[in-house]
T-cell receptor, first 111, second 119 residues
Framework: DAKTTQPPSMDCAEGRAANLPCNHS???????VYWYRQIHSQGPQYIIH???NNETNEMASLIITEDRKSSTLILPHATLRDTAVYYC????????????FGTGTRLQVTL | GAVVSQHPSWVICKSGTSVKIECRSL??????MFWYRQFPKQSLMLMAT?????????EQGVEKDKFLINHASLTLSTLTVTSAHPEDSSFYIC???????????????FGPGTRLTVL
């Protein structure tokens, strides 16, 4: 699976949009971009995934560049409960496909 | 989304004993389950992948005789840490993917984790 690069940490004011970048320049054609987050001492939570089109759900939006070498996860109105480590992962589809976790981005939402 | 539970949420045991951790998919059939380990301030490391009714596939460096994985049904997988030692103290997390009716969940849904402390 392709590797990803994320900034180690980011801050965001509560109520503002949080934009979390991810570089995946070696992504291959059949690989999806997945985002998970892990709140302290809990299991990771699935957020969103996409192949090449932008995606939106009740939690977030995912913007993937046209060349698919990078993406941005957007939390439109961050709250204190969004403070977590966010992982961008590239993987092929299929129920048996593995997830390889990197170091992620630690997002701190502040008042 | 789909729900995955783990039991127990935490366990303390003496060195040399065995500990079993259960992972259940509550509202879908987990055709594939994964077991991860996470040490403090580190990321998740995949230990093994198991498909229902088959032997687990272990990642390089993970001892299959020490970490016994059973995935006997579509809703239950167990991880047994045999002859546990203090260095096995960690946060163990399972995840699952599978189907529910006509829907296929390719994304993995994670359990809340089990914190193991070996004295």
């Amino acid at each position: 699976d392709a590797k990803t690069t994320q900034p180690p940490s980011m801050d965001c004011a509560e109520g503002r949009a949080a934009n979390l970048p991810c570089n995946h320049s070696t992504i291959s054609g059949n690989e999806y971009v997945y985002w998970y987050r892990q709140i302290h001492s809990q299991g990771p939570q699935y957020i969103i995934h996409g192949l090449k089109n932008n995606e939106t759900n009740e939690m977030a939006s995912l913007i993937i560049t046209e060349d698919r070498k990078s993406s941005t996860l957007i939390l439109p109105h961050a709250t204190l409960r969004d403070t977590a480590v966010y992982y961008c992962i590239v993987r092929s589809t299929g129920t048996a496909s593995k997830l390889t976790f990197g170091t992620g981005t630690r997002l701190q939402v502040t008042l | 989304g789909a729900v995955v539970s783990q039991h127990p949420s935490w366990v303390i045991c003496k060195s040399g004993t065995s500990v079993k951790i259960e992972c259940r998919s509550l509202d879908f059939q987990a055709t594939t389950m994964f077991w991860y380990r996470q040490f403090p301030k580190q990321s998740l490391m995949l230990m093994a992948t198991s498909n229902e009714g088959s032997k687990a596939t272990y990642e390089q460096g993970v001892e299959k005789d020490k970490f016994l994985i059973n995935h006997a049904s579509l809703t239950l997988s167990t991880l047994t840490v045999t002859s546990a030692h203090p260095e096995d103290s960690s946060f163990y997390i399972c995840s699952a993917s599978g189907t529910s009716g006509v829907m296929t969940y390719n994304e993995q849904f994670f359990g809340p984790g089990t914190r193991l402390t070996v004295l």
